[in-house]
């Protein structure tokens, strides 16, 4: 399965832009960036998906690198709300539903 | 929209018993779910995909015998942890997709928390 690389945890202070970085150098032509992050003691949820292009949501950004090796999640205020562990996940298409965790990263919100 | 529910949300059992855990999608058809394990302070790992109607596929290691799966509607699966030992505690979670393929994001349900003694 195609891997990724976090941080394993940031931090950000309330009401500050926040830049969550993901490393996928072996992604494949067809494989799409997903983000779902998890609050402590709840399920994952989703947060954005990409290919090429940035994408925007309500919830956040994406920032999808030229040759597509890195990814950048961006939320533009952070809330206390935000704090949980963000997974970036390579959905591989030959897999098809699968969704494969990494580690990810544990997002500290300061007030 | 796209709700997923799980029940109960926390079990605490003797050594031995078996635990069926539901997994149900509230407002969406999935004809697809999945369930995942998470131990403390670790990531989430794929346990099976749940096919409305067949057969589950559990993932390498895991053991069929053991966690029973049962797919019996388009909003219903469940999970059997058979013979339940204090390994098997844990925090046990699913998803549900509303249509198949990688552009559909998964929707969870907020997890059970197995406690075996």
């Known amino acids: 399965d195609a891997k990724t690389t976090q941080p394993n945890s940031m931090e950000s202070n309330e009401e500050e832009p926040v830049h969550l970085p993901c490393n996928h150098s072996?992604?494949?032509?067809?494989?799409?960036i997903h983000w779902y992050r998890q609050l402590p003691s709840q399920g994952p949820e989703y947060v954005i998906h990409?290919?090429?292009s940035n994408v925007n949501n309500r919830m956040a950004s994406l920032a999808i690198a030229e040759d597509r090796k890195s990814s950048t999640l961006i939320l533009h205020r952070a809330t206390l709300r935000d704090a949980a562990v963000y997974y970036c996940i390579l959905r591989v298409y030959h897999n098809t539903d699968k969704l494969i965790f990494g580690t990810g990263t544990r997002l500290q919100v300061f007030p | 929209g796209a709700v997923v529910s799980q029940h109960p949300s926390r079990v605490i059992c003797k050594s031995g018993t078996s635990v069926k855990i539901e997994c149900r999608s509230l407002d969406f058809q999935a004809t697809t779910m999945f369930w995942y394990r998470q131990f403390p302070k670790q990531s989430l790992m794929l346990m099976a995909t749940s096919n409305e109607g067949s057969k589950a596929t559990y993932e390498q290691g895991v053991e069929k015998d053991k966690f029973l799966i049962n797919h019996a509607s388009l909003t219903l699966s469940t999970l059997t942890v058979t013979s339940a030992h204090p390994e098997d505690s844990s925090f046990y979670i699913c998803?549900?997709?509303?249509?198949?393929?990688?552009?559909?994001?998964?929707?969870f349900g907020d997890g059970t928390r197995l406690s075996i003694l």
């Open positions: 990409g290919l090429t």
């Open positions: 072996t992604i494949s032509g067809t494989d799409y």
């Open positions: 998803s549900a997709q509303t249509g198949t393929g990688i552009l559909q994001p998964q929707h």
